[in-house]
């Protein structure tokens, strides 16, 4: 029977999903105070609430010392993102390392609960995070693979970003990541991808994971009915669909998607023993820090909406020259936002218009509003180019150019570290190859990245890029080299 056809209201039959652990599970709180952080927005903070579902207060009373985030909160207002998409930004991306320094020493309330234990001090060692209700809308089909997808909210899409999510998780097992499911909708168009997509992440996602460190709540099955449940049932974790319902019971009616207080109260008396049982189950380890890069023969596929960590088998020099444009190679990546639609760039070699050699990058783009995309070089591990000053190429504009910058990068391929140099080109020259060097030190760290006090170290280089923003045109580039 399709499984489309199983979950539908049409079907009369009962489905019942048990997940049983292999020992009796231990429910009962921590015997030490723990820190607890949870990222959220409206539903969590209704569930939160001492006024409505009761959890804050009810994880006081088990030793959790509870902070939360919530609109506004953070390094860029990160706190403001928190749909499927944007779980990479927050820690796989670029910036995910200030991100969640950030959210690891955390203890502030933004919203209204009762804490009843006494901050232990310390980082946050268990992190919560839950997308709300509209990310139960996903495009697609119940049984899409995890891939990359054009459509920003779809089963295949987020399906690939939790598995982006395992590479970061398996490196911090001194951290308890809980995975919150979004709440369902009242509608039914979508809800059986809804259905679909949790039932993935409660059975398959961590099937082949091996940690103990990463556990998934079903808040969205808890609110499809009042038989259906996810908890510690005669001593034994149990996952249950005794209705075939997928969209929201718990509905305050008139188009408003967010749970009743009854609903919430429903899922905090579920979720309290089974976040015990998690936390009896944790075997903290030691952060792997600086992992060694792994090199492969092929190219990695993008499941990020940050700039992808490539790994690539190209050789650079550390002296001389970089590329010289004369062929299409695999040294060179095209990255941008895919949600945004207005954003394009690609390349190709130009063989009349070229400053030396066969041919030159004719390269354009078009980036839109509040979007990015870099042609990017990432080497497959860190390179030291410190015995050249900078490096040089040859460049040439049309008359209407929008700013180029050019990027170099430390760090590694789970997070790197980019430092900018914007192109002020010579108007005099602007339909004329002009020469253009920049020596390491003209290199600053963007004000997104970090406070901007840091500088590029050339010993540890990871490669570089030219980067774009909000901005379309074209250029021309040829005799990238190093400078010495």
């Known amino acids: 029977m399709p499984f489309t056809r199983l979950i539908s209201f049409s079907t009369m039959i009962l489905v019942i999903l048990i997940l049983f652990s292999p020992a009796m599970a231990s429910s009962t709180a921590p015997g030490q105070t723990m820190k607890l952080v949870f990222i959220h927005h409206s539903v969590g903070e ?49 910036s995910s390392q200030r991100f969640l320094q950030a959210l690891y020493r955390m203890n502030n309330q933004n919203s209204d609960y009762t804490r009843k234990s006494k901050n232990p001090g310390g980082e946050n060692q268990i992190i919560m995070f839950k997308s709300c209700f509209p990310n139960s809308n996903l495009e697609g089909n119940p049984n899409d693979l995890p891939r990359r997808h054009k459509d920003w909210l779809s089963v295949g899409n987020a399906k690939a970003v939790y598995n982006e999510l395992l590479t970061y998780f398996k490196k911090r097992p001194d951290k308890l990541f809980i995975a919150i499911t979004a709440p369902p909708v009242h509608e039914r168009r979508l809800s059986a991808n809804a259905r679909a997509f949790n039932l993935w992440l409660v059975n398959d996602w961590l099937k082949n994971y091996g940690g103990t460190n990463v556990a998934v709540f079903d808040f969205y099955n808890i609110l499809t009915a009042k038989n259906n449940h996810h908890r510690i049932s005669n001593g034994k974790v149990a996952h249950q669909i005794n209705e075939t319902r997928n969209t929201l019971h718990y509905y305050p009616g008139g188009g408003d998607d967010h749970p009743t207080a009854s609903g919430n109260k429903k899922a905090t008396k579920e979720f309290i023993p089974l976040l015990n049982y998690y936390v009896s189950q944790w075997k903290p380890g030691k952060p792997v820090v600086d992992p060694v890069p ?31 444009f004369d062929a299409k190679n695999d040294k060179w990546e095209t990255f ?16 009349k218009t070229k400053h030396s050699g066969n041919s030159s990058f004719h390269v354009s783009y078009s980036v839109g509003q509040e979007s990015w995309a870099t042609l990017s070089h990432i080497l497959p591990s860190t390179m030291d180019w410190s015995k050249n000053k900078g490096i040089s190429l040859f460049i040439r504009l049309p008359e209407n150019h929008s700013p180029i910058t050019l990027v170099v990068y430390n760090g590694s391929h789970d997070n790197l570290k980019p430092f900018d140099y914007r192109i002020i080109p010579e108007q005099s020259r602007i339909e004329k190859w002009q020469k253009v060097t920049v020596t390491w030190d003209m290199f600053v760290q963007p004000s997104w990245a970090g406070s901007g006090d840091e500088k590029f170290n050339p010993s540890q280089a990871m490669g570089f890029a030219f980067a774009f923003d909000e901005s379309k045109g074209s250029f021309w580039v040829d005799d990238l080299q190093f400078s010495p």
């Open 46 to 94: 209704n569930w939160l609430s001492d006024g409505n579902g009761g959890l804050g207060r009810a994880l006081g009373n088990n030793n959790y010392f509870v902070s939360d985030t919530n609109y506004g909160w953070g390094p860029d207002g990160i706190g403001d993102r928190t749909d499927i998409p944007n779980w990479p930004e927050w820690f796989t991306g670029s």
């Open 336 to 351: 941008l936002d895919e949600a945004n639609k207005e954003t394009h760039l690609s390349y190709q070699l130009d063989q």
């Open 294 to 324: 792994v090199v492969t023969q092929t190219k990695a596929e993008t499941t990020t909406s940050e700039p992808a960590k490539q790994v690539t088998t190209s050789v650079l020099p550390d002296s001389g020259q970089i590329d010289g």
